[in-house]
């Protein structure tokens, strides 16, 4: 994501990785596509009352403390609730299996046995590959500035 922050002739001016505020999101006439923070999951049986759909329409109505003027110029992608569960439960997995392999011979004290068995685990790359794939399928929510949750 970071290589797409900056303007680019094939896609977006700008993209806004998880803002905090809408202070974090520009208010400029060039097109730009906004990563809604996960705290901020859309739950299609909320519909417009989702987490997500509050977020965005906030920031579609202002720029920190003054009003939006290029409200059509915005484009949100927000995680869907269950799959954002996964997501979750993804990365823990990743840690899990980064920390044992960092520390089985130092503050874990793994046996040998042990230390073989961390090693059969998932290769580092699989699991992040396996954390890239889970993350590409739970943010699927798409919005326009017409504010409309896309399912």
């Not at 596509?33 to 901020?40: D, G, Y």
């Not at 046996?111 to 993350?135: H, I, K, M, Y």
Request: hydrophobic share 40%.
């Amino acid at each position: 994501m970071q290589e797409h922050r900056s303007p680019s002739p094939r896609g977006f001016a700008a993209v806004h990785i998880a803002p905090e505020s809408s202070a974090g999101v520009a208010d400029a006439q060039d097109t730009r596509l906004v990563i809604v923070p996960p705290s901020h999951v859309h739950d299609r049986r909320q519909g417009q009352e989702s987490a997500a759909c509050r977020w965005a329409a906030d920031v579609l109505d202002r720029r920190g403390t003054g009003a939006r003027t290029h409200r059509n110029m915005l484009v949100f992608l927000a995680a869907d609730a269950a799959r954002y569960k996964e997501l979750q439960a993804s990365v823990r997995d990743y840690l899990a299996w980064k920390y044992v392999r960092d520390n089985a011979d130092g503050m874990l004290n793994l046996t040998s046995q042990q230390r073989q068995q961390a090693g059969a685990g998932p290769a580092d790359t699989e699991v992040r590959g396996d954390v890239l794939a889970v993350c590409l399928s739970a943010f699927i929510r798409l919005a326009v500035a017409q504010w409309r949750c896309i399912r």
